[in-house]
């Protein structure tokens, strides 16, 4: 009897995209698999802001106990979702190619309101919120919960000027608005764009399988954003944004770190060559520690985030 890889997925209809991804990809190689759609606390939970929650793994936490459980093979996450240090036993074992990482802004009627003091702009993400709020100190940013479906509704119904996405999870579903402008100025959340593969370091099956998925490139550059983040998190939830792309064989890396409000920005850029990807994120992060970085992160960690 042929061996089943039992993929598990949240049940939103993005996750479930990204699901199905894996699944074709698997089955253009031959296997066989099963889809299994596991409820998050994230899910659930969608009348408190995303730090309030713990945010690190929120998302991940019930997916790794079905691992843990063996109740499924491998699970499949946005990797902007994924916690920097992985659960006892869980791997990485491959990332798709990235989709377009930036943010976009969707709007109501027009974008007048970019030229005006007062204006409301939705999102639950206090990195997004810190890079508005240091363009547009009186701006009005409500959080914004739920799933992309919910949350393009939301707007709708709160009559609000704006909110801001992820312009890959929107393109993806193909749910992306007419009205939307790219917010090239916005640094993305680390590894913002790409799908992520993990599974138990004993499953020798899973493990081999999914390797064949693997995107080199991606799989580099979300390596030194999530390293960026490791560094200078310490393990609370703050505005940090990263983005690593590699053109002609170099990496182009964008940082930055702010205080909650905004006001305060620490942004770093460096080009190295390819073969630097291992130390690159660390080291960028020190540099901005250095900076008045850990001051900012010593005012986010009393904040409680």
Known sequence: MKKTIRIGTRESQLALWQAYTVEKQLHDLGYTTEIIKVKSEGDIVLDKPLYELGITGIFTKTLDIALINGTIDIAVHSMKDVPTIL???????????????????VF?????????????????????????????????????RGNVNTRLQKLK???????????????????????HIVLDWMIPAPSQGAVVVVCMNNNEFAIEATQKLNHKP????????????????????????????????????????????????????????????????????????????????????????
């Open 87 to 105: 659960a006892n036993g869980v791997i990485q074992t491959a990332v798709l190619e990235r989709h377009d990482p930036s943010d976009i802004l």
């Open 108 to 144: 109501n009627r027009n974008t007048d309101f970019l030229n005006q003091e007062k204006a409301v702009v939705a999102t639950g993400s206090l990195r997004r919120k810190a890079q508005w709020l240091n363009r547009y100190p009186n701006h009005e940013i409500p959080d914004l």
């Open 157 to 179: 119904d709160n009559g609000w000027d704006g909110a801001i996405f992820a312009q890959a999870g929107l393109e993806r579903i193909d749910v992306k608005p007419e009205n």
């Open 218 to 305: 991606t799989e580099l550059c979300t390596y030194v954003e999530r390293d960026f983040l490791r560094t200078l998190e310490g393990g609370c939830t703050a505005p940090i944004g990263a983005l690593a792309e590699v053109k002609d064989g170099k990496i182009q890396f964008r940082g930055v770190l702010l205080s909650l409000d905004g006001k305060q920005k620490i942004e770093i850029e460096k080009t190295v060559d390819t073969s630097e990807f291992q130390s690159l994120g660390k080291t960028l992060a020190l540099e901005i520690l250095a900076q008045g970085g850990a001051e900012i992160m010593e005012e986010i960690r009393k904040a409680g985030m």
